[in-house]
């Protein structure tokens, strides 16, 4: 399905949207086997990127494809979670092997551990547990020029996670339903780093 999704459906690159400027950071959280992570790094050869991916065998197939695309020099991969969980999602995770030993990392300590202070390109598909990013204190969107994030309504209100990409200043926002679900695209009319 994330083969699908990134180069069939183009959910996240589609109509021009993947853009990083000479020496911008992107950040792929749910980077599962480096599919995006690669699209990313291929789309400016200056870019760095850091992923976030708690599964033990998808972080070793995502070192893979850095490595056989010659992008590992660029790229870092932090083995952890990060966001909020349902009860039922932290059980399932206990209980899979893939996952039962990846520690939780939260923002603040994923930032400084990665010297991230701008994001020009954030991906994120972290199975319903990016409403973190809508809770007070959180600083990832007030940094991103732009976003492309599946949104799923197990974890939270789609609709309210779109509100608040419009409160933080996103004024591009592009948004594909599927049922009650989304995948959103919002950029900034203006990005952070030229407004500086």
């Not at 589609?14 to 992570?37: I, Q």
């Not at 923002?107 to 809508?134: N, P, Q, V, W």
């Amino acid at each position: 399905s994330g083969l699908r999704e990134i180069w069939v459906r183009d959910v996240y690159a589609g109509d021009g949207f993947l853009r990083v400027p000479d020496h911008g950071t992107v950040v792929d959280l749910g980077a599962n086997m480096g599919n995006f992570s690669a699209q990313a790094l291929a789309a400016n050869a200056t870019a760095r990127l850091i992923a976030i991916e708690p599964s033990a065998p998808l972080s070793v197939k995502w070192a893979a494809t850095m490595a056989v695309n010659g992008f590992q020099d660029r790229a870092q991969l932090c083995r952890a979670f990060i966001g909020m969980f349902t009860d039922k999602q932290r059980r399932d995770f206990e209980n899979d092997p893939a996952y039962g030993d990846a520690p939780t990392i939260n923002e603040d300590e994923f930032l400084r551990r990665y010297a991230i202070d701008h994001i020009d390109f954030l991906k994120c598909d972290i199975e319903g547990s990016e409403f973190f990013m809508t809770e007070r204190g959180s600083r990832l969107l007030d940094i991103t020029d732009r976003v492309a994030i599946e949104l799923h309504d197990f974890g939270g209100d789609p609709q309210h996670f779109l509100d608040t990409l419009s409160t933080k200043g996103f004024s591009d926002l592009r948004v594909d339903w599927y049922g009650r679900e989304c995948i959103a695209r919002a950029a900034r009319a203006a990005p952070l780093r030229m407004a500086a």
